[in-house]
């Protein structure tokens, strides 16, 4: 069962993070945009209020909170009430598919990575985006857990173990960028190639045989 207990009581809540950290939330869509592939048809799983489908013009989501699937069907969005483990798709359906802080909140990740498999076309992709464990941010956040709303029962991951889930259910991964940089040499909303710098990482894969 996915993780959603602290999404029902706090929906509302969460989704003012957005407005808080504005900053973050553009730097972080910005580098889901840029990888994106145009003129698809794509879906998010765990969509969440809507704040990445809205904006990226993904018009499908799933998602298991019922409180925050209401947000983003508020937006216009068709929003499936599932789990990533068990998408309600017929295979070879999507384009693409996002996956954005959402990793961190399913309970067996290559099982949901292998789902998403299943509901892409051939030589469809996955856009992975999250928080890497082994950044600043993703330090502060599993210091700061057992006293989360949202991140207490979550579960961290670097991006080698990202990349190492990804390989197992099948899809080479093609593409690595990052953004949400805490030196001063950087500016934080800027988006580089690669990890290791930046506290959002965003990989996208091919799907393979």
Excluded at 8 to 25: A, G, I, L, Q
Excluded at 59 to 68: D, F, Y
Excluded at 134 to 150: A, I, P, V
Aim: glycine content about 6%.
């Amino acid at each position: 069962m996915a993780r959603i207990e602290s999404f029902e009581k706090y929906s509302k809540e969460y989704d003012k993070w957005f407005v808080r950290n504005k900053t973050v939330y553009l730097a972080e869509l910005n580098a889901i945009k840029s990888l994106i592939p145009s003129g698809k048809t794509g879906v998010e799983i765990g969509v969440g209020s809507g704040r990445f489908a809205l904006p990226l013009g993904i018009k499908v989501g799933v998602e298991p909170s019922k409180k925050m699937a209401e947000m983003a069907r508020n937006l216009g969005i068709q929003v499936y009430e599932a789990v990533a483990e068990k998408l309600p798709f017929d295979s070879e359906t999507f384009d693409f598919a996002l996956m954005v802080t959402t990793i961190c909140f399913v309970d067996n990740l290559v099982e949901a990575f292998k789902e998403v498999h299943r509901v892409l076309k051939p030589d469809g992709l996955i856009i992975v985006g999250f928080v890497d464990k082994n950044s600043e941010m993703g330090t502060q956040y599993q210091l700061k857990r057992d006293n989360s709303k949202f991140y207490k029962d979550a579960t961290f991951y670097s991006v080698e173990e990202v990349t190492d889930c990804l390989r197992k259910a099948h899809f080479e991964v093609i593409s690595i960028k990052q953004t949400v940089f805490p030196s001063p040499s950087n500016k934080i909303d800027s988006v580089k190639e690669g990890h290791g710098e930046g506290s959002f990482v965003v990989i996208k894969a091919n799907k393979t045989s």
